[in-house]
Every structure is written in C-alpha cells, then in structure tokens.
C-alpha cells in the first residue's frame, strides 16, 4: 500500500488539506493528484465544514508536474484512451476543488512552479510566503497551460497579463502577484497557512446559505466560458509536446 501524501486537519467548520510528498520538490504524480481529487470530492457534500486551507510541505508549495511521472505517460503499452485518461487527470483535480462549496485558500511556500500555480487558481483565494514565487514555464518546453489554469488566469490578471505570465515565463514575486490580483494576502514566511486559516475563520463566521449562494454566483458569472476554452487543453498539450520543437526544449530545460 504506498504512502499517503495528503493529510486533513479538522478544527469545528474548518479544514487544512496539506499534502507532502516529501521529495521531489512536492511535485504532483498521478498518486498526488488521485489523493487530492477525492478529498476534493468528500468535501462536496459535507455540510459541517465552512472552509478548506490548501497548502503544501512546511519548506515549499510544489515544483509542478514530476517529470519522472510525466515520462512514464509515454508506456508503449497504454492505449490512447488511457493516455487521454492520464492527461486529463489535473483537469479533474482542479475542477473538483473549483466546485467545492466551501470557500477555499490556498496557502503557499517558497515556491509554486507550473502545475503547482494551476491549483490555487482553482481555488477562491491565494496566500504566499513573502519570499514565495510564482512560475509557469510550459510555454519554454513548447507547451500550453492547462489543467483549466488559463481561462482562470485570465479571470484575474486580463489578457494582456496572462500573456506575459505565460509567454515570458518570469518568476512573479509575492508583491507582483498581489498587484496584479493573483492573490489575497502575504504572509510572513512560514505562516502562509496561519493567515490563509484566519481568513478561513472570518469566512466561517458568514451565515452558510449566503455565503454559499455567492460563491455560486461569482463563480458561475465569471467562469461560464472557461470550460469552452479548456475543454480540450491537454489534447492540445500532447499534441504540442510532440513537435520537433517542443522535445528539443524540454531537453534544454531538462538539463539546467
């Protein structure tokens, strides 16, 4: 039975999810991913808890995808139907916390790379560590942003940003992220969690009905188009990371 890498406190209507894998850099495998989608999913019909913190390992959010389980995406043994299933796994993730009817924080440390930056966006508010980053680099290994990030980066930072997020693949700083919207809060280094908890208290205090009404709304208003324009990004992201292109970038990158 392998390890579990996500462990859920509960404190009266609130909830800390952390997951640790306690290597490489927290990034998301496919075990990750299952975990964190079924405790997204148990939540969907909890009526006790008013509020979900996300956060990582005490030292670092996450690194992104693992590459070692992106590698293993290329078994000549999956059919196709299997691999698309693969694929669309961080998708799935990201939906099932997006549709959460608690208000949820995530809470992030030292550093949030790639897949790492997809789920916060899925989540209701964002807490970093002052000295955290931010970092999407898919576009440098030739591929898109997926797992539904794109249409919900959009949603906060406008095009133009998002673009440049995207396209230039620059480190964002805490106090970047927060003038562009991206977040809610800096925390001083280590207590991401602490503050994202406190806002989760706060929350907790609205009575549940309206507070569940308005997350409903607000994410109906400004999400309608966001499944039209993500339905198919991790198609497009194997199709991307088939070219000649995108294969000799990944190596370059790779090998930094």
């Not at 989608?37 to 019909?45: G, K, L, P, Y």
């Not at 608690?102 to 897949?115: H, K, P, S, Y």
């Not at 906060?156 to 995207?166: D, E, F």
Request: aromatic share 6%; with cysteine.
């Amino acid at each position: 039975m392998p390890e579990r890498y996500v462990t859920i406190e509960r404190n009266g209507p609130l909830a800390l999810v952390r997951f640790d894998r306690k290597k490489n850099l927290n990034a998301f495998d496919s075990q990750l991913i299952l975990e964190l989608t079924d405790v997204a999913r148990s939540f969907h019909d909890d009526l006790d808890t008013r509020a979900v913190v996300l956060t990582g390992s005490t030292d670092y959010f996450s690194a992104g995808a693992d590459l070692e389980d992106l590698a293993s995406r290329n078994d000549p043994n999956l059919s196709d139907l299997e691999r698309r299933q693969i694929f669309y796994r961080g998708g799935r993730l990201c939906d099932a916390w997006e549709s959460m009817p608690q208000i949820t924080i995530a809470a992030m440390e030292r550093l949030a790379v790639g897949a790492g930056v997809a789920l916060p966006l899925a989540c209701d508010w964002r807490v970093m560590g002052k000295s955290a980053y931010l970092y999407v680099p898919e576009a440098k290994i030739g591929l898109n942003l997926q797992w539904g990030a794109l249409p919900r980066l959009i949603n906060l930072v406008g095009p133009a940003r998002a673009k440049r997020i995207c396209l230039l693949c620059e480190r964002m700083d805490a106090q970047t992220a927060l003038n562009w919207g991206l977040i809610e809060e800096i925390a001083a280094d280590g207590e991401a969690a602490d503050v994202a908890m406190e806002l989760a208290r706060r929350v907790a205090e609205i009575p549940p009905v309206a507070a569940s009404m308005i997350k409903e709304a607000v994410n109906s208003t400004t999400t309608a188009l966001n499944r039209i324009a993500s339905y198919a990004d991790a198609d497009q992201s194997q199709l991307s990371a088939a070219t000649k292109d995108a294969r000799e970038a990944s190596d370059r990158f790779n090998k930094k």
